[in-house]
Nanobody, 114 residues
Protein backbone atom coordinates (compact mmCIF):
# COMPACT_ATOMS: atom_id res chain seq x y z
CA UNK A 1 0.00 0.00 0.00
CA UNK A 2 1.28 3.43 -0.92
CA UNK A 3 -0.22 6.85 -0.39
CA UNK A 4 1.69 9.62 -2.15
CA UNK A 5 0.72 13.15 -1.18
CA UNK A 6 1.83 16.11 -3.25
CA UNK A 7 0.91 19.68 -4.08
CA UNK A 8 2.03 21.56 -0.99
CA UNK A 9 3.99 24.77 -1.12
CA UNK A 10 4.34 28.34 0.07
CA UNK A 11 1.48 30.73 -0.63
CA UNK A 12 0.32 34.07 0.66
CA UNK A 13 -2.82 34.37 2.73
CA UNK A 14 -5.84 34.27 0.46
CA UNK A 15 -4.14 32.00 -2.02
CA UNK A 16 -5.02 28.48 -3.14
CA UNK A 17 -3.41 25.09 -3.38
CA UNK A 18 -4.62 21.68 -4.48
CA UNK A 19 -3.23 18.65 -2.74
CA UNK A 20 -3.26 15.24 -4.35
CA UNK A 21 -3.01 11.79 -2.79
CA UNK A 22 -2.26 9.03 -5.27
CA UNK A 23 -2.98 5.56 -3.94
CA UNK A 24 -1.92 2.06 -4.83
CA UNK A 25 -2.41 -1.32 -3.21
CA UNK A 26 -5.93 -0.66 -1.98
CA UNK A 27 -9.36 -0.94 -3.52
CA UNK A 28 -9.78 2.78 -3.91
CA UNK A 29 -13.42 2.41 -4.90
CA UNK A 30 -14.44 1.25 -1.44
CA UNK A 31 -11.83 2.89 0.80
CA UNK A 32 -12.76 5.81 3.01
CA UNK A 33 -10.07 8.45 2.55
CA UNK A 34 -8.94 11.13 4.96
CA UNK A 35 -6.80 14.26 5.02
CA UNK A 36 -5.08 15.11 8.29
CA UNK A 37 -2.76 17.94 9.14
CA UNK A 38 -0.19 18.54 11.82
CA UNK A 39 0.94 22.04 12.72
CA UNK A 40 4.21 22.53 14.63
CA UNK A 41 3.98 21.22 18.19
CA UNK A 42 0.38 20.11 17.71
CA UNK A 43 -1.30 16.77 17.21
CA UNK A 44 -2.71 15.38 14.01
CA UNK A 45 -6.09 16.89 13.26
CA UNK A 46 -8.62 15.50 10.82
CA UNK A 47 -9.30 18.06 8.11
CA UNK A 48 -11.64 16.23 5.78
CA UNK A 49 -12.76 12.80 4.68
CA UNK A 50 -14.66 11.30 1.81
CA UNK A 51 -16.42 7.96 1.78
CA UNK A 52 -16.63 5.45 -1.05
CA UNK A 53 -19.73 7.14 -2.43
CA UNK A 54 -18.14 10.57 -2.50
CA UNK A 55 -19.88 12.00 0.55
CA UNK A 56 -17.55 14.44 2.26
CA UNK A 57 -17.09 15.84 5.73
CA UNK A 58 -14.90 18.84 6.55
CA UNK A 59 -13.86 20.21 9.90
CA UNK A 60 -15.49 23.49 10.91
CA UNK A 61 -12.37 25.62 10.50
CA UNK A 62 -12.11 24.85 6.76
CA UNK A 63 -15.81 24.80 5.86
CA UNK A 64 -16.47 27.05 2.89
CA UNK A 65 -12.78 27.20 1.96
CA UNK A 66 -11.66 23.60 1.38
CA UNK A 67 -13.24 20.83 -0.62
CA UNK A 68 -12.35 17.16 -0.89
CA UNK A 69 -12.89 14.96 -3.90
CA UNK A 70 -11.76 11.69 -5.43
CA UNK A 71 -11.04 10.48 -8.93
CA UNK A 72 -11.80 6.76 -9.18
CA UNK A 73 -10.12 6.43 -12.57
CA UNK A 74 -6.85 7.77 -11.16
CA UNK A 75 -7.13 6.25 -7.67
CA UNK A 76 -6.44 9.74 -6.39
CA UNK A 77 -7.95 11.95 -3.73
CA UNK A 78 -7.75 15.74 -3.77
CA UNK A 79 -7.99 18.58 -1.29
CA UNK A 80 -8.74 21.93 -2.88
CA UNK A 81 -7.78 24.68 -0.48
CA UNK A 82 -8.94 28.22 -1.17
CA UNK A 83 -8.65 31.43 0.82
CA UNK A 84 -5.77 29.97 2.79
CA UNK A 85 -4.94 31.45 6.18
CA UNK A 86 -1.68 31.40 8.16
CA UNK A 87 -3.32 29.02 10.63
CA UNK A 88 -3.62 26.46 7.83
CA UNK A 89 0.15 26.09 7.89
CA UNK A 90 0.90 22.44 8.59
CA UNK A 91 2.10 19.19 7.11
CA UNK A 92 -0.84 17.56 5.38
CA UNK A 93 -1.17 13.78 5.32
CA UNK A 94 -3.49 11.46 3.49
CA UNK A 95 -4.72 8.44 5.37
CA UNK A 96 -6.90 5.40 5.00
CA UNK A 97 -7.78 2.27 6.90
CA UNK A 98 -7.23 -0.91 4.90
CA UNK A 99 -7.11 -4.51 6.01
CA UNK A 100 -7.29 -3.67 9.69
CA UNK A 101 -4.53 -1.10 9.84
CA UNK A 102 -3.95 2.57 9.26
CA UNK A 103 -1.91 3.74 6.27
CA UNK A 104 -0.26 7.14 6.00
CA UNK A 105 1.41 9.03 3.21
CA UNK A 106 4.61 10.96 3.86
CA UNK A 107 2.96 14.33 4.07
CA UNK A 108 3.26 17.53 2.11
CA UNK A 109 4.13 20.88 3.68
CA UNK A 110 1.73 23.78 3.31
CA UNK A 111 2.99 27.17 4.45
CA UNK A 112 0.77 30.24 4.35
CA UNK A 113 2.44 33.59 4.86
CA UNK A 114 0.49 36.59 6.27
Amino acid sequence: VQLQASGGGLVQAGGSLRLSCRTSGINFRIARMNWYRQAPEKQHDLVANVDSGGSATLTDSVQGRFSISRDYARNTMYLQMNNLKPEDTAVYYCNTSWRDREWWGRGTQVTVSP
